[in-house]
């Protein structure tokens, strides 16, 4: 639900959209742990984000004795 509201807030110009690929000192201070990206593929031509390194979330190991 909240991922819905970010959506409509940057539709609606409440929150800002990313328009274009981010530079390298934008990378450096804007991308960090909790920053949300709102982007639209047709708008700003981005169509993934390359350069980050991600990492799967840690999940805790399944009570399943059958793995």
Do not use: H, Q, Y
């Not at 940057?10 to 690929?21: E, S």
């Not at 450096?28 to 390359?50: L, P």
């Amino acid at each position: 639900m909240d991922a819905l509201r970010i959506i409509l807030a940057a539709r609606l110009g409440i929150i800002p959209r990313i328009t274009r690929r981010l530079n390298d000192s934008e990378r450096r201070t804007m991308i960090k742990s909790g920053a949300v990206f709102v982007f639209s593929v047709e708008e700003s031509g981005i169509k993934r984000w390359t350069g980050i390194l991600w990492f799967r979330s840690i999940r805790a190991p399944r009570s399943d004795s059958s793995l």
